[in-house]
């Protein structure tokens, strides 16, 4: 390292002991040969801890769904969480925002487009009655989410904000496996992800996820909405999303944890861009 901590990476890869679950992680950077891994963790954490299985069967095309975006357009903004055995546990993807919705959109289209047939083919090799629904579920529930930029400006003019619309944001997508949860590897991530998002210019950040927001809204992220996410619901069982949303005004202060690799490194604070 130099003499000057001018980025976030320069702690990466790290490792700590978690005081919570009182197991060791490791933090690094995305690798190419961590993709199926992070795959099967998306599959298997699909929503609320519940696999992807429940619900539809193609595991390869919901793990690449999902990810391919992140990893092939960002892969500066991805981190790998192994455990002491070096196994894949976790994992937090972002985008800055440099054309990432539109880019993403198109990847999503060309995949759709080229797998939709096996889903309603009669006969066909996932032509059942559980896929065909999940899929027609997934698509009806892309209308309640497309709109999050308009969400997030009504949000804000409920709180006597700024009239501007949101410009260019970051969000992350990030989930770890059962063993490692309850500790603080989520909180790390969030932190990783923050000073990124900074160190990148942009000032807005958020997030959909399928749980309570009271963590999320601890780390100072507000939630803006809460919709049913048709495509995970049952009528016995409904789910539900919650649009979050941070403004960053300062620079990110630093996880205890972090700080401790700051601290172990003997590197001076991150500096202000």
């Known amino acids: 390292m130099g003499s000057k901590l001018?980025?976030?990476?320069?702690?990466?890869?790290?490792?700590?002991?978690?005081?919570?679950?009182?197991?060791?992680?490791?933090?690094?950077k995305f690798?190419?040969?961590?993709?199926?891994?992070?795959?099967?963790?998306c599959?298997?954490?699909?929503?609320?801890?519940?696999?992807?299985?429940?619900?539809?069967?193609?595991?390869?095309?919901?793990?690449?769904?999902?990810?391919?975006?992140?990893?092939?357009?960002?892969?500066?903004n991805a981190?790998?969480?192994a455990s002491q055995d070096n196994r894949v546990i976790g994992y937090m993807?972002?985008?800055?925002?440099?054309?990432?919705?539109?880019?993403?959109?198109?990847?999503?289209?060309?995949?759709f487009s080229g797998n939709i047939g096996k889903y309603f083919w009669e006969g066909g090799k996932y032509s059942n009655s559980m896929n065909r629904r999940f899929i027609i579920k997934l698509l009806a529930s892309v209308p309640a989410f497309a709109p999050y930029k308009l969400d997030i400006f009504v949000h804000n003019l409920a709180k006597n904000r700024?009239?501007?619309?949101?410009?260019?944001?970051?969000?992350?997508?990030?989930?770890?496996?059962q063993e490692a949860r309850g500790g603080l590897l989520g909180p790390v991530l969030a932190n990783i992800f923050e000073h990124k998002m900074w160190e990148a210019g942009i000032r807005?950040?958020?997030?959909?996820?399928?749980?309570?927001?009271?963590?999320?809204?601890?780390?100072?992220?507000?939630?803006v909405v809460k919709r049913k996410y048709f495509a995970y619901s049952t009528k016995e069982n409904p789910r539900y999303f919650t649009l979050i949303y941070k403004?960053?005004?300062?620079t990110p202060r630093l996880h205890n944890i972090l700080n401790a690799s700051l601290s172990s490194s003997q590197q001076p604070a991150l500096q202000q861009p």
């Open 6 to 28: 001018s980025g976030i990476d320069e702690l990466i890869p790290f490792t700590y002991a978690d005081p919570r679950i009182g197991s060791r992680f490791t933090i690094r």
């Open 204 to 223: 807005e950040l958020y997030g959909m996820i399928s749980w309570d927001p009271l963590p999320a809204v601890r780390m100072g992220y507000e939630a």
């Open 43 to 76: 599959c298997d954490t699909a929503v609320s801890g519940i696999g992807i299985d429940r619900f539809f069967s193609d595991r390869d095309f919901y793990g690449r769904l999902l990810t391919k975006s992140y990893l092939d357009l960002e892969a500066e």
């Open 93 to 111: 993807i972002a985008a800055s925002g440099k054309k990432f919705d539109a880019e993403r959109n198109k990847l999503w289209v060309k995949m």
């Open 162 to 177: 700024k009239w501007k619309f949101p410009g260019r944001m970051g969000h992350m997508h990030f989930n770890i496996r």
């Open 31 to 41: 690798e190419e040969a961590d993709r199926k891994y992070i795959e099967d963790i």
């Open 79 to 81: 981190y790998v969480a």
């Open 247 to 250: 403004q960053l005004n300062e």
